[in-house]
């Protein structure tokens, strides 16, 4: 689907204010995508509907929620069936990363991370996929993560388990679905330059990571949504040397890939926290 092949269609997009979520937007608008952009931060929301519908002349819909509030799925499915739209892809992008190890963080900071990124994911998808049968017709984007091939080493505790329930739900909700109009994907990023590691607290691990295992959100959103679209998946790791690691964790030894994981900035900070008094 190229530019203006998306005329006609309207894609819901989740943690649309910063990072992938804009990447997201900024693409499926190109392609002539009407959008229902929802984050919790109003403001950037409704500037970027501005951008959006002035370079694209495009329709921007802006229904803000916490997706960490179990009632938001459901109070958002309704806002969009009130607005009278009907949503033909649906992008689940919100997601964050805690950085304190494991028991140092409060139960609600983890319970919150697995309402947004597990149940929000699982109940947007329930909630919008009948509709789509029923028209035979439509795309689900799950932004998964690298880090769901990834060997347990110290840290992202949650954060790899949620990444590997995201994939593992795209490629069985896809065997389900396939034949009936409805294509599933898991795109797979690795390191992408976003404010994801500021918000975490994580950018004086990652300042020491080099530029070439960096990715940018426009290319990682572009990627996935061309795959989703032309019915490639269900899994997408996206860029040659994300590519490259997913096979190597997939085939060599698991105490190798242990040991070469443990060196990496990330994982080393986190087993330091791990024995900090």
């Known amino acids: 689907m190229a530019a203006g092949e998306g005329k006609g269609f309207t894609a819901l997009v989740t943690g649309a204010s910063s990072g992938l979520g804009v990447a ?3 693409d499926l608008a190109a392609r002539g995508f009407d959008l229902v952009l929802t984050a919790r931060r109003a403001d950037r929301l409704e500037v970027l509907a501005r951008e959006m ?3 694209f002349g495009i329709h921007v819909t802006v229904l803000p929620e916490d997706l960490a ?3 938001a799925p459901a109070r958002l499915v309704a806002a969009i069936e009130a607005h009278g739209l009907s949503v033909d892809m649906l992008v689940n992008n919100a997601g964050y990363g805690i950085p304190e190890i494991f028991e140092r963080t409060a139960w609600e900071d983890q319970r919150d ?5 597990v149940t929000a994911v699982a109940e947007l998808t329930h909630r919008l996929l009948p509709a789509m049968l029923a028209r035979k017709r439509g795309w689900i984007v799950n932004v ?3 880090a769901a091939f990834a060997p347990p080493v110290p840290g992202s505790t949650l954060y790899a388990a949620v990444k590997a329930f995201d994939l593992r739900f ?3 909700l896809a065997a389900e679905v396939a034949g009936r109009g409805v294509h599933v994907l898991a795109t797979c990023p690795g390191f992408t330059r976003t404010e994801f590691h500021d918000a975490a607290g994580m950018t004086q691990a990652t300042n020491t990571i080099p530029d070439w295992q960096w990715q940018q959100a426009d290319v990682v959103a572009e990627e996935a949504v061309a795959a989703v679209l032309a019915g490639r998946g269900p899994v997408l790791v996206n860029g040659r040397v994300n590519r490259a690691s997913a096979f190597l964790l ?3 030894p698991g105490p190798l890939i242990r040991a070469i994981a443990e060196r990496h900035p990330l994982a080393k900070r986190a087993k330091a926290d791990a024995f900090e008094k």
Do not use: N
């Not at 991370?113 to 990124?117: A, D, F, K, N, S």
């Open 53 to 55: 519908t002035s370079a």
């Open 113 to 117: 991370l697995i309402q947004v990124m």
């Open 24 to 26: 997201f937007a900024m």
């Open 144 to 146: 998964a993560s690298l």
């Open 170 to 172: 795209s490629e069985f």
């Open 69 to 71: 509030d179990p009632a």
């Open 250 to 252: 997939k085939y060599l």
